[in-house]
């Protein structure tokens, strides 16, 4: 069957540190995979997308890489802050109805401690 | 609008009622997804729009649940008969497709509670 692992536990770390999410994927071939940030009480926010032919994407602190033969991709944050502090979701893009949809994988809280 | 709407914001219904609950997207985006999310827990897909298409109703939980959407548009999940496990953050998207990549524009939610 299909799977999404991210780690359900919390990741704790200290600021300035760089924080290192895990998405783990058995069964799909996604064309892409994003990565969303969300916050208690609010929908996810979009923050990245790489797709199967790109090895790693940048944004400011943010970094992703993507290897389709291990099927995982990690997402990091530099010089990690508290406000950096919330839940990351994964999400797989598979092509559906002429469109693509996307499932998400449970998501990892993160806790940056001053 | 600027943004994805949801309402209401929050419902709170007597287990067996129906309910129905509305998301306004982001004009001219062409796809819609609704999600339900448990406290604590990651994203359920539950359906998705793309167009004119028929719509990917493979997540739906029941024959309890349906959802319409009336063009590129409005759309609104109705709940049949609710239990008490439906309790949960009904979230809606919705997408604009760039060189073939859906990237999602998320609602606040709407939180159900059935008592």
């Known amino acids: 069957s299909q799977k999404i692992e991210q780690n359900s536990e919390a990741l704790n770390i200290q600021e300035g540190k760089t924080a290192t999410l895990t998405c783990n994927y058995t069964?799909?071939?996604?064309?892409?995979l994003q990565w969303y940030r969300q916050d208690p009480g609010r929908g996810p926010v979009f923050l990245l997308l790489i797709r199967e032919n790109e090895k790693e994407k940048r944004k400011e602190r943010l970094k992703v890489t993507f290897d389709t033969t291990l099927k995982q991709s990690l997402f990091h944050i530099t010089a990690s802050q508290p406000a950096d502090s919330a839940t990351y979701l994964c999400?797989?893009?598979?092509?559906?109805?002429?469109?693509?949809?996307?499932?998400f994988g449970g998501g990892t809280r993160l806790m940056v401690k001053p | 609008g600027a943004g994805v709407s949801q309402s209401p914001s929050n419902k709170v219904t007597e287990k067996g009622k129906d309910v129905e609950l509305r998301c306004d997207p982001i004009s001219g985006h062409t796809a819609l997804y609704w999600y339900r999310q448990r406290l604590g827990q990651g994203l359920e897909f539950l359906i998705y729009?793309?167009?004119?298409?028929?719509?990917?109703k493979s997540g739906l939980p029941s024959d309890r649940f349906s959802a319409e959407r009336t063009g590129e548009s409005v759309s609104t999940l109705t709940i049949q008969r609710t239990q008490q496990e439906d309790s949960a953050v009904y979230l809606c998207a919705s997408s604009l497709r760039v060189r073939g990549a859906n990237v999602l524009t998320f609602g606040a939610g709407s939180r159900l509670t059935v008592l």
């Open positions: 729009f793309q167009g004119n298409s028929a719509p990917d």
């Open positions: 069964n799909y071939s996604p064309a892409y």
């Open positions: 999400a797989l893009a598979t092509v559906r109805n002429a469109g693509n949809m996307l499932t």
